[in-house]
């Protein structure tokens, strides 16, 4: 009798633990505050060579940036897409790839980007807030297999 005494003890014990562990977020209403949202975390922006999709910008134009850094003789470009904005930034990698008649090549990383956002009370009686939360990322190097000098006819 006392192994299942001392096995329900552990049981409360464990389970008084866990619900200390939770916590409960407040719910912050957006009448009460402005969000502000930081820059991701795991972004490395290189000057020049680094396109950010979102789903705001035109693709079209989208696509006519990349097109024009590759025609100004960059050698790669790295498409970088957050959240909803991943599936539009597959999509423009492969319609480069379609374009370039499969001259180019695509490596893929996908990654989980840590972003905080900021609620900024509208009135003195609340305060400031910041929630973390995570969300999906997707980082996708365009590169040509050949470059356009060797391809030129040589005598």
Known sequence: MADVHECSELKNSFSNERNVLKVKHKKLLSCDYTVKKREPFGLKRQTGKDILITNKTNFKAQLKKCERLFDNGTPEIIIHGLGAAIHRACNLALQLKEIHYNGIELDIKTATASIIDDFEPLNDEADYETVNR????????VFRKFSIGSLKYQE
């Open 134 to 141: 995570n969300n999906s990322a997707i980082h996708i190097r």
